[in-house]
């Protein structure tokens, strides 16, 4: 009997993918027979919800469901929800991945790391700084992914060094902290740019798509501001990171003087991880220099009350056509034409010819910094789909009424001050993003966001910019990001290790924001004076006509049970 039972236990697991599909299209079977437009989406989005929890199928797989399910359920034409897939915010993160990849295939990322780990000294917690500063900066704008495994040799590296000039339980501790702080730093620097992590791109367009419903060319968001009101918040957090991984893992230890021999060995490990890059490359130069072009494009594209480059392109009504993914476009198309080295042509020609018996003259090739194989090979395509789904699946919500329903039922945080109520909503978001994809809880959430502020009456951006916001501090568990999975698979850390240090992390990420959000944040985006266009908008009154529907209903069903 008992092998019976394993043997079944075994066979349940076994097709636990099947079985998980079959529930997260069951269970919300009761959407469906309701029958309204509401309800259809409602079904479309619990079951991509429970897809995207249980990750039965691909996160990108779930992320392709809307082009047939809401068609096939009649919420919107296949032609509109294909339609959201690739747009502006599409290109904005498409455009700086092929950043992030000119930057990987020069090395330029590795040499940038090298040196700041090499100046900041072999100390316990300067090692830990060493290693978080490079980390957190990469990750602003290649993926997080690539800048925690990036990381690893140097993190190798050091934890050998440190191993042979200290206790095993001390080097142990020591290990940990610094496993947890690449992938950390990881986390909290993707939160600085618009490209640094997916659910800033999904606010993004999904705050644009909403205001210009309303009549608005866009949300006003920019490159420049957010990272006015962004950078200083990753700042903060990425010192408050150090400061309790020292605490937790270094204790006392940053106090003392460090061994003579253990600062040789780990300088000397360090140092032979970057001789290995050999000297500063053609390409290299060539792409930080287009690096920093593009920076400035974005920073000085349109500034607040002064303008921009972006002035000098205006439509017939005088709105600027050029947006940040025009700046980056640019320049990633540049990655593909730039030569990766001086090609040997004309006066730069620094090889002779040489004639080989019968076989052509040999010359040294014309190489651009990204081809396209390298493109199709790295840039994380799949990413590009979860983003089109989220926004296929927020504008779902909202044509059919479904966010304005959710938002309307949450109004009962009215009575609540809004920073608490954003509060409230922040930690829960961040605990959720423990266990889902980040990208496809803030996916979820926008639209309803969006509902709830407008119906509350408050500007929407101050809910949307906070959850978003929450949707990166996944702390706590190797599945809540790719940079906690990377790290856990050195060995190094356990998860009681990542979810205690993680907990306290997500509670101080979620306090630092609710400061950001209530001061400078407030100051960037103005989010004291509710923008007119939503003031006396049709939302609240609509509300109040589906609580009364909702009362009726309630009253209606009442009456025939007791009948």
Known sequence: MA??????????????SFIFIFIAFLAPIGFLLNGSLESRCAYVMVSMAILWLT????????????????????VQPGKVVCGNYFNDASMLFLGGLLVGVAMEEVNIH??????????LGARANTLMLGLMLPTWFLSMWISNTAATAMMLPIL?????????????????????????????????????????????LVLHG????RYQAFGAADSGITYANWMGFAFPLSLVMLFLTWFWLQIVFLRCGCFKS?????????RSAVHQEYKKLGAIKFGEVVVMVLFVILTMLWIFRDLPDIGGWGSGFLDTDGKSMVRDSTAVMLIATLMFVLPSEMPSVFCWDRYPVVQVAQEEPVRSNYKPILTWKVAEKKVAWGVLVLIGGGFALGDACTSSGLSRLVGCELGVLRSLEPWVMNLILCLTVAGATEITSNTATA?????????????????????????????SFAFMLPVATPPNAIVFSTGYVTIPDMALTGLVMNALA???????????????????????IFINSTIASSCSGMQTNHLMNRTLTNLTSNA
């Open 206 to 209: 999904q705050a644009d798509k």
């Open 510 to 532: 979620v306090l630092v924001l609710t400061g950001a959000i209530n001061t400078w944040g407030t100051a960037i985006f103005d989010l004291r004076t509710t923008p007119d």
């Open 156 to 200: 190798s590296a050091v934890s050998e060094q440190t191993a042979a000039h200290m206790s095993e339980k001390e080097n142990k501790r020591i290990s940990k902290g610094l496993a947890l702080s690449v992938a950390y730093a990881a986390n909290v620097g993707g939160i600085a740019t618009l490209t640094g992590t997916p659910p800033n």
């Open 258 to 266: 460090v061994n003579e021999g253990r600062k040789q060995a780990i």
């Open 55 to 74: 990750e039965a199928l691909p996160i990108t797989v779930t992320a392709m469901m809307p082009m047939f399910l809401l068609p096939l359920l009649t």
């Open 110 to 119: 590795r040499r940038i790391a090298m040196g700041i780990t090499m100046s």
């Open 3 to 16: 092998d019976w039972f394993d043997k079944f236990l075994r066979s349940v697991w076994t097709i636990r």
């Open 443 to 471: 996916s979820l959430l926008m639209p309803i966001m969006f509902e709830l502020a407008i119906t509350v009456g408050i500007h929407p951006l101050y809910l949307m910019i906070s959850t978003a916001l929450a949707c």
